[in-house]
């Protein structure tokens, strides 16, 4: 499952962040600390909360160089309070927001709310009768403020919180820097399933807060249920050894909604980001809920849904027996037995006995303990073997399996097509209810239900896409810990989803991913470990199938350093050794034959880097030469097209010793070979464009006209709930979220 969603700036927000709103001062630098601990990267806040000074100590003690999270691992969130909506006060409030969390930058900032207050340092500025006092400033006049703060460096990305989609389209209308994400209340008594398409068909990722209900909420109904407390939420937490928490967050993120659940209570912290990561969590498919408060309705919604498959490649053979199972000893036996068929190529075994490691320290521990490292990143490492086989990469190891998996990817993008087809013959009742309140905003229930049983058909977990998220998880395990051989695994982890990457062609996110690894590695290795020059040749890789082949070429002639330095090592040690010198010819003949493999690479991409620019030129020539002659056959249009079907052969890893590169020169890929799997987790999805969209939780749907008057009249349900909640005395408890 991803991890991530990548904005459309380019950034990598984690599904799962840690929510601060009513985090009382004292309690939150605690559990910030504590969040970072297990390995949550996403930190959501706001000016208006209070408790920013106190999040900026926790950061100031954990995050940095040479602390436990380097600052760009972090995403940190904030928003832009009601009462700085004039565009002389945006930098200086974001100015003050940086200053009290003790950063430099932001990674998003959020306008809080669509209408501003009155200016001034109080937060809830109020008339003698009680009602807030508004301005007249119009959000997109705030919003041109906002993307000064983008050109000067101070954020990353812009967004929205609170905002329907009509006003998300004003924004667009005026927006030179695009919104990248909105933060709206969000969970399955409140799914907002027309905004999220509305948004994701403009290019926003949508956050949700009170993804969990968050029954104290001052707007809430006082005959709506418990979220947490729903019968049929908690059969599913029963039934698959889940929480209730868990069965929530893992239905939102599985739709891609980032989520942020507030806590200050460590086995709360970890039991929430745990619903990202499957190597015991089984995979929640379906829509758990219309738009919809009735609770008959919601539990309906989840019992339809009640199809979660496990995500192992075969059956665990421990039958459930932890308790009665010395747990340590028998993961232990397990990892070696996994070693051991890794080395005799018997990668389904594998996979099976590092599974069922993982799945007994994983219940003993906890799924990011420490103690669950090691058979993460095996169990990663061998589902990548897995995948590799089943993609025909190491020769269609699995007879017929690469042809057949390449009709199912046809199937499902026919499949998409059609889906599409069906949303579009809905705009039109969409948008002629755009104007509706909310509550009469409701989807069309039968084309919702058909294409949520036609992704439940549709919709595979593969083995790589599995691979990525066991060996983040390790990563993320081992790179918390200061010893040597934690951060070498980290390493290694690291390299093993740059592989992960390669197979799925994110080329881009493979050559992080080396270089990640390649900077762990020269901290603790020695200037010629075979482990580098594993690593500069798959960086080589890398850069070549991403067509960067004069970073290739430095690669691969690093990685020749690197074992020639070897060599002149061993040959030193051979000299003083006593006795027979064997072992150490043995390992230089080996270093021996992959020099004229690395070498020729080195040449390929020369060659390539030259036929480059040679269509370059030809393709140039052409150009000009069809001012006057139109477009003529040449040997520039030949030269393209070869360059573009050519893919550089590749040392795809085999399930030799990590400290072996023997394995990345002696088996190529075939140059038309694609796989046939793509990552999900790392490669932005397009939706489906679905017109017209709900509102969020207290704005209404109406139009909004440019003066202040018209806005106060037509958001009238906006308004009413905040003033609501501050003559009830729920100040930012109530409005701030």
Known sequence: MATCVLLHTGQKMPLIGLGTWKSEPGQVQAAIKYALSVGYRHIDCAAVYGNETE??????????????????????????????????????????????????????????????????????????????????????????????????????????????????????????????????????YLAQNELIAHCQARGLEVTAYSPLGSSDRAWRDPNEPVLLEEPVVLALAEKYGRSPAQILLRWQVQRKVICIPKSVTPSRILQNIQALFRPLVHHLRGTMAAESTAAAAIAAELASADKIEDDAPAPSTSANKVESLDVDSEAKKLLGLGQKHLVMGDIPAAVNAFQEAASLLGKKYGETANECGEAFFFYGKSLLELARMENGVLGNALEGVHVEEEEGEKTEDESLVENNDNIDETEGSEEEDKENDKTEETPNDSILENKSLQENEEEEIGNLELAWDMLDLAKIIFKRQETKEAQLYAAQAHLKLGEVSVESENYVQAVEEFQACLTLQEQYLEAHDRLLAETHYQLGLAYGYNSQYDEAVAQFSKSVEVIERRMAVLNEQMKEAEGSPTEYEKEIEELKELLPEIREKIEDAKESQHSGNAAELALKATLVESSTSGFTPSGGGSSVSMIANRKPTDGASSSNCVTDISHLVRKKRKPEEESPRKDDAKKAKQEPEVNGGSGDAVSSGNEVSENMEEEAENQAESQAAVEGTVEAGATVESTAC
């Not at 565009?87 to 900032?109: G, I, N, S």
């Not at 109080?122 to 993307?147: C, I, L, Q």
């Open 55 to 188: 999040i900026g100590e926790a950061l100031k003690e954990n995050v940095g160089p040479g602390k436990a999270v380097p600052r760009e691992e972090l995403f940190v969130t904030s928003k832009l309070w009601n009462t700085k909506h004039h565009p002389e006060d945006v930098e200086p409030a974001l100015r003050k927001t940086l200053a009290d969390l003790q950063l430099e930058y932001l990674d998003l900032y959020l306008m809080h709310w669509p209408f501003a207050f009155e200016q001034g340092d109080n937060p809830f500025p109020k008339n003698a009768d009680g009602t807030v006092r508004y301005d007249s400033t119009h959000y997109k006049e705030t919003w041109k403020a906002m993307e000064t703060l983008v050109a000067k460096g101070l954020v990353r990305a812009l967004g929205l919180s609170n905002f329907n989609s009509r006003q998300i389209d004003d924004v667009l209308s005026v927006a030179s820097v695009r919104p990248a994400v909105l933060q709206v209340e969000c969970h399955p």
